[in-house]
T-cell receptor, first 113, second 109 residues
Framework: DVKVTQSSRYLVKRTGEKVFLECVQDMDHENMFWYRQDPGLGLRLIYFSYDVKMKEKGDIPEGYSVSREKKERFSLILESASTNQTSMYLC????????????FGDGTRLSIL | GENVEQHPSTLSVQEGDSAVIKCTYSDSASNYFPWYKQELGKRPQLIIDIRSNVGEKKDQRIAVTLNKTAKHFSLHITETQPEDSAVYFCAAGTDKLIFGTGTRLQVFP
């Protein structure tokens, strides 16, 4: 069974801090994704990666960056946290190829005070 | 930009009734259409998916239909049970997915 592990379930940070959210998958998937989930807005794609050292902007990349130094790990970075980045963050992974489902982690609920 | 519209946003049904959730997408290149179920406080989990070369797929009480011409796909749940209560998300895309805004389904005993 695919396991996508996010480092924290809950995180509280202060405005202006640099925040790191970590995600690890154990199925050797090529693709990894970061979403944020807000009520009424669904899941919105922040960044994704098709391979090590590779990254692509999603629909809402402003204020975020990512790092993928190893295939199994995909990190989301909030360069200078702001209150409007308070949200649920979900990581997902999938194998490459047509019609491959994405498998999600449990999410990190991030509060920026 | 590309988007996926999902309706209704909330749906209440009596146990045993059917539930239908509808989505439309804008990107003609979309070839993969998964549906996810998210229970309160849990991760989204894939319940069924359909690829663009298929018009309909069924798995026990759950079915999905796809109309590529109309860019429309739907989730059908028959004989609903209280444990079907959750938020359901549709998505469309290729490797990269665009998600709908979700439907909160409540099944009353």
């Amino acid at each position: 069974d695919v396991k996508v592990t996010q480092s924290s379930r809950y995180l509280v940070k202060r405005t202006g801090e640099k925040v790191f959210l970590e995600c690890v998958q154990d199925m050797d998937h090529e693709n990894m994704f970061w979403y944020r989930q807000d009520p009424g807005l669904g899941l919105r794609l922040i960044y994704f990666s098709y391979d090590v050292k590779m990254k692509e902007k999603g629909d809402i990349p402003e204020g975020y960056s990512v790092s993928r130094e190893k295939k199994e790990r995909f990190s989301l970075i909030l360069e200078s946290a702001s209150t409007n980045q308070t949200s649920m963050y979900l990581c997902a992974s999938s194998p490459t190829g047509w019609g491959q489902p994405q498998h999600f982690g449990d999410g990190t609920r991030l509060s920026i005070l | 930009g590309e988007n996926v519209e999902q309706h209704p946003s909330t749906l209440s049904v009596q146990e045993g009734d059917s539930a239908v959730i509808k989505c439309t997408y804008s990107d003609s290149a979309s070839n993969y259409f998964p549906w996810y179920k998210q229970e309160l406080g849990k991760r989204p989990q894939l319940i069924i998916d359909i690829r663009s070369n298929v018009g309909e797929k069924k798995d026990q009480r759950i079915a999905v239909t796809l109309n590529k011409t109309a860019k429309h796909f739907s989730l059908h749940i028959t004989e609903t049970q209280p444990e079907d209560s959750a938020v359901y998300f549709c998505a469309a895309g290729t490797d990269k997915l665009i998600f709908g805004t979700g439907t909160r389904l409540q099944v009353f005993p």
